[in-house]
């Protein structure tokens, strides 16, 4: 290609600061160095996680920054010590990165890598390292990622590289949301056939923890949101159940436990209101039930319950990107999906060119979507 070994100029959104509007803007993006690939992305979804970071995170630290983690595209080239990947290659950038090599990488346990960006910095959400600049200015790349760009360079341990004929613009989701949600309940909950089981949240990660219970052959899904629209998205996915917290006057752990005779066998809190954690372990049946906090709270928030809840047999867990070990999982989920096992295109509510990202902001802060996808 004509770009190879040459600073790309091209069009990324920009954060300049927290609870400001993104601002399309030219910026410049560095070759890629030792073991990084240079991607041209093609698509790319719009997560909860992007909003929370530029207005409800309260970070003072992490800007200017280009958002954006859940996308797809082509390798446009890579860097030295890049074995693994060559210009033309249809790749997905992970959030979560998976080395091999490090102690994490070596357990089936779990899903973290000491090598990723998160390791040092979770609590900013970018790396302090960058390959972007903007009006002479260093522009932060979130989470080792930012999709919101044309073009993007993601360490070569960070990307996973997926069948050709994927359509990248419904694929893209398998960079986050589905994974994270269908993961929490097949492999951190590990959801056990016949079991009752339910979910707090029905945006796209709740809707793919919904369809994750029902793959792992759940009798009764319990959907609750606040949001009666979703309920009907939401049997799609397989929800047999539909509560609205509202529509009761005793607290939702309540409601559920007598519905459930005694509480649920799994609770999936894809939220991310430290309230709501408490209310879905609180609504798992004492002796055995698990509770999953899948959603992030805001910066500085804790989580509490009595300590009864736990002696008396429940357990609380929390998951990243499903557990699933990013490089490896990817393409498998992707190949699951153009077999037609795993559901993706019913996530995708609203397409929409790039230059209208904030309109897909809006649309997810007013519950209007599950998700949208740019099209660059």
């Given amino acids: 290609m004509a770009t190879v070994g040459k600073v790309i100029k091209c069009k990324a959104a920009v954060a300049w600061e927290a609870n400001k509007p993104l601002v399309i803007e030219e910026i410049e993006v560095d070759v890629p160095h030792v073991n990084e690939i240079r991607i041209k992305i093609i698509a790319t979804g719009v997560c909860h996680t992007d909003l929370y970071h530029l207005f409800e995170g309260k970070h003072k630290e992490g800007f200017p920054v280009v958002l954006g983690h859940e996308g797809a595209g082509i390798v446009e080239s890579v860097g030295p010590g890049v074995t693994e990947f060559q210009p033309g290659d249809t790749v997905i950038p992970l959030f979560i990165s998976q080395c091999g090599e490090c102690r994490f990488c070596q357990s089936p346990k779990t899903n973290q890598c000491e090598k990723g960006w998160a390791n040092g910095s979770h609590d900013v959400m970018s790396p302090p390292e960058t390959r972007f600049t903007c009006k002479g200015k260093k522009v932060l790349q979130f989470m080792g990622t930012s999709t919101f760009s044309q073009y993007t360079v993601v360490n070569q341990i960070a990307v996973a590289k997926i069948d050709p004929s994927a359509p990248l613009d419904t694929v893209c989701l398998l960079g986050c949301g589905v994974c994270t949600g269908f993961g929490a309940a097949v492999n951190t909950a590990k959801v056990e056939p016949g079991s009752t089981c339910a979910v707090f949240g029905l945006g796209a990660v709740g809707l793919a923890a919904v369809m994750g219970c029902h793959s792992a052959g759940a009798k009764r899904i319990i959907a609750v949101d606040l949001n009666p629209d979703k309920f009907e998205k939401a049997k799609v996915f397989g929800a047999t159940d539909f509560v609205n917290p509202n529509d009761h006057s005793e607290p939702i752990s309540q409601v559920l436990s007598k519905m459930t005779n005694g509480g649920v066998d799994f609770s999936l809190e894809c939220v991310g209101n430290v309230g709501v ?34 002696v008396t047999g429940r357990t609380w867990k929390g998951t990243a990107f499903g557990g699933y070990k990013s490089v490896e999982s990817v393409p498998k989920l992707v190949e699951e999906y153009m077999n037609k096992r795993l559901k993706v295109d019913e996530f995708v509510t609203h397409t929409l060119p790039f230059e209208k990202i904030d309109d897909g902001f809006d649309l997810m802060r007013a519950g209007k979507c599950i998700r949208v996808v740019l099209n660059y």
């Fill in 277 to 310: 954690m408490r209310a879905a372990l609180e609504a798992c049946h004492k002796g055995w039930g698990t509770s999953v906090i899948i959603g992030v709270a805001a910066a500085g928030q804790e989580i509490s319950t009595r300590p009864f809840q736990l």
